[in-house]
């Protein structure tokens, strides 16, 4: 934050669940001075497996905000090019798209244990979390002035709010607010392996087989991991028995068949089965449902702990809006409204690779067939070839909060590898600035930012910035951005304002603005509008 944010006048809020998605909500709430409790009710930190490994650019820029992003980059490895492969012949590669000059690598991988360990380490040094173990709660009862979570072992915890952050198994949780969870399972097992050995040439790259022939008819992955540590994945069916296998010598010889004869230590190995599911409501009064007790996919694509980091940012400083009185109420509608797009899309990009790497009709096995077949020989094929869409932030697009702008519509889901140009609705480029912060998403998290062209009329703009209840920082793109890396990189023109939100989107691009305009365009981002309008793709949206 630029100043130290006000007292904060409620109860602390309390967030469900000590994982990943629970650090990150209580930490960022923290940055706004918002006070939690955090309950888990495990005894303490199960440092257990490599779990979820692979965290995207922007999911790392996230942690950066409360200290945590670039020790856990650094630690990781950073992998750039992925690869596919059909039987013994390559099929494609590609790169990641890098707008502007972000801070951080595509994706980075390490595993989920080591990430809590440094998530933990930031909690330890924040007066504001209260993180208490063993802690299982039973019981969630809410009135007008907040939540009280009632623990089996009897201790009741009142807050101003309740995150619900518990991880898949949050079954009982979802009962006790009442909310759906549907969707499917399925069938086919995944086999999951940390092998530590020496690769040499795969360190950087992720790799994914369709019917290698130490596979045949299934799919295999591989990831780099710290530590000479590689993540395989195999597609296994549904009888699958690990106990056997490891007995019978077979999986030794699974194992093998990739690596060769060379030595090797299996660190941690494992079982899934993956589920397509997700809750039918992520705002339940003053309870936010997050990560994986919201929605659940198909690791394929890394969608599951980054899409949940992302709900984190999202809950974290619309409650702290809400809370200090610099929005009303309302504003959390737009938590489920975002979020839960945000998880329908996950769930759609997800299970259309789980429909190509388990067909599940004789009709699309032999499409996926005749694609792989064609995909050799055809670059125009390779973009049905589906071994998962990797993870990349949402696009808040027809979101109630923003303003959209004719003059750069929305084109639909970019390329694989690719963002959409920026836009309202978009997350803002990264690129170093001429400012203390250094980069400019790291200015865009301490409130709402707008970014000022030449031919601006800035006392307008700062007369809509004074007017707006809480931190707004007016700057000028030219002193901000010398060399014009983020101009051009936004496409900025001199007559516009852009608008940025607390969490980095873009809000809206006010062309000749005024004190109205801009004025009517930051209440619409924190929801203190009550206005009906046609967005500009065509969907009735309420913004509140």
Sequence with gaps: MPTTPPTWPLDPVVVLGAGPVGQTTALLLARWGVPTVVLDQRTGRDAVGSKAICQQRDVLDVWEAVGAGRR??????????????HRDAELFSYAFAEPGRPAFPPFVNISQTRTEQILDERIADEPLVDLRWDHRVVDVEQDDSGVTARCADGTAVRGSYLVVCGGARSDELRRLLGVGFEGHSFDDRFLICDIRTDLPGWATERRFHFDPAWNPGRQVLIHPCPGGTFRID?????DYDLDAETASGALDARIRAIIGERPYEIVWNSVYRFHSRVVDRMRCGRVLVAGDAAHLVSPFGARGLNSGVADAENAAWKIAYVGHGWAPEALLDSYHDERHAAAL???????????????PDEERARRREEVLARAALDPAARADVDSGRLSEPFWYVDSPLTTGDPRRPFDGRPPRGQVPPAAPGVLLPDAPVDAPQGRVRALARDGFLLLTGDATDLDAVRAAAADAPGPVRVLALRALDPDGTLTATLGARPD???????????????????RESITTALARAAARTTTREETPHGVLQTSR
């Design 496 to 514: 516009e304002v852009w608008i940025v939100r607390p969490d980095a989107h873009v809000a809206a691009v006010v062309a000749a603005p005024t």
């Design 234 to 238: 195999w597609q296994v069916p549904a």
């Design 72 to 85: 856990i980059a650094d630690e990781g490895v950073t992998w750039t090019t992925a690869r596919t492969f």
């Design 345 to 359: 899309e996950n769930i759609a990009v997800t299970t259309a690779t789980m429909d190509f790497l388990v067909p």
